[in-house]
Nanobody, 127 residues
Framework: QVQLVESGGGLVQAGGSLRLSCAASGRTFSSYAMGWFRQAPGKEREFVAG????????YYADSVKGRFTISRDNAKNTVYLQMNSLKPEDTAVYYC????????????????????WGQGTQVTVSS
């Protein structure tokens, strides 16, 4: 089990940028694949981006491809989500999640593939 704490959310104008961080506890962070999800009011939690344990393989939802970048620093036990060209429809609570499942990437958009979740950080994009 790993404990996750997100930070970096806030209020930004459309077209602006934010960088989210997710700090993990535990010595085995580098064994986990990580994902970012978001949930807007009245909507289901949706996959945003994922990254494998080494950082070599990354995956994105079509809605954020080309605007968001996921990365990780295993020495700092942290995963990041750089968000550029933000749009009002990006407004949501953003969650990071961790998984040890070997084939997580095959169903990476499913919340059930992840075993540990952070508490979330609010991102609000004004028009």
């Amino acid at each position: 089990q790993v404990q996750l704490v997100e930070s970096g959310g806030g209020l930004v104008q459309a077209g602006g940028s934010l960088r989210l961080s997710c700090a993990a506890s535990g010595r085995t962070f580098s064994s986990y694949a990580m994902g970012w999800f978001r949930q807007a009011p009245g909507k289901e939690r949706e996959f945003v981006a994922g990254i494998n344990w080494s950082g070599v393989s990354t995956y994105y939802a079509d809605s954020v491809k080309g605007r968001f970048t996921i990365s990780r620093d295993n020495a700092k036990n942290t995963v990041y989500l750089q968000m550029n060209s933000l749009k009002p429809e990006d407004t949501a609570v953003y969650y990071c999640a961790a998984t040890l499942r070997t084939n997580w990437y095959l169903s990476r958009s499913r919340t059930a593939m992840y075993d540990d979740w952070g508490q979330g950080t609010q991102v609000t994009v004004s028009s």
